[in-house]
């Protein structure tokens, strides 16, 4: 899998390729119907397949203050692309200049010239240049002007509704990963680096591998069953806490998953943790022993729920 920025010239082997254009955040169906059917065509073609994304996403932009929304990173973007098949991600970097771009120039200066594409596949929703006034319409237009075949991808509907990154965040903020999980077609998971942190839960026979929350979505603070994928490729089984940790002082935002029967250092490397089942809300304690006869009945739970 090849990353190209849209500030990149895109090299003579990928120009001419067959591009899936969406934000993309979470991959969802929705999502996987658009980006088939460009694999679907590049194949049918013979020509490379390019999937398109944005980066920071375009509400980051216009509402900085936004609260974290974000389900996927570049890199499990990336990874995912590859899994559906594509050759190439190209990330779109949306600032001031992106912003103010209109539709034209989008497509016959960044599409046809600097990319050199030749057929894009979007879902019949999206809008693109400056002050959202192009659609999948004026992309078919335009696209023709330049040599550039436009197709729409209809949303994926479940029982009436539209499968939407939006419907995501529902589920995670309040508490239902099961739903996220059937409509992203995966658990959600959140990707990070192992920090040192001020090691309690060592001290109390439950050493957790802490990883800050950067720019993800913020699911309902609670504790969770999880699993854990290594970087080499284990798959590990546990309980998770998520939020602010209201029992220690000063309260710190953090991921805190505990893996059962593993002991190994963690620090440093990256982890991926993927939320499974939802156990209950966070609390606070009157003592470390109050917290620890809670976690193990956490954790009987968590493994209960895993192994179901």
């Known amino acids: 899998m090849i990353r190209l920025t849209s500030l990149d010239p895109v090299p003579d082997a990928l120009r001419g390729a067959v591009m899936a254009l969406g934000n993309f955040d979470g991959i969802h169906r929705g999502h996987q119907s658009v980006i088939g059917k460009a694999v679907e065509l590049g194949r049918a073609q013979g020509r490379p397949v390019i999937v398109a994304t944005f980066d920071p996403h375009p509400v980051r932009f216009f509402k900085p203050d936004a609260q974290p929304f974000r389900l996927t990173s570049l890199d499990q973007r990336e990874a995912r692309f590859a899994e559906l098949g594509a050759d190439a991600m190209m990330v779109f970097e949306f600032g001031a200049r992106l912003a103010g771009t209109t539709a034209q120039e989008f497509v016959a200066d960044l599409l046809a010239r600097d990319m050199g594409v030749s057929a894009v596949v979007t879902g019949t929703d999206f809008t693109f240049g400056k002050g959202k006034q192009g659609d999948v319409a004026m992309l078919g237009t335009l696209g023709r002007e330049v040599g550039i075949e436009a197709i729409g991808v209809a949303p994926i509907e479940e029982n009436g509704d539209v499968v939407s990154s939006s419907r995501i965040r529902d589920a995670l903020w309040s508490g239902d990963p099961q739903t996220a999980a059937r409509l992203l077609t995966r658990p959600f ?14 001290t109390i026979g439950y050493p957790t591998a802490n990883i800050d929350l950067g720019s993800y979505i913020r699911p309902k603070y609670g504790i969770y069953a999880v699993t854990g994928l290594l970087p080499d490729g284990r798959l590990l089984k546990g309980a998770a806490n998520l939020g602010i940790r209201p029992t220690f002082d ?9 893996f059962f029967d593993f002991s190994e250092d963690l620090y440093d490397q990256e982890i991926e943790v993927a939320f499974h089942h939802f156990i209950r809300p966070e609390a606070k304690f009157d003592s470390l022993d109050a917290l620890v006869a809670q976690m193990e009945k956490d954790c009987d739970e968590a493994r209960r729920l895993l192994d179901a």
């Open 250 to 258: 000063p309260p710190k935002e953090l991921l805190e998953p505990y």
């Open 189 to 202: 998971a959140i990707r990070g680096k192992v920090q040192h942190g001020d090691k309690v839960g060592r």
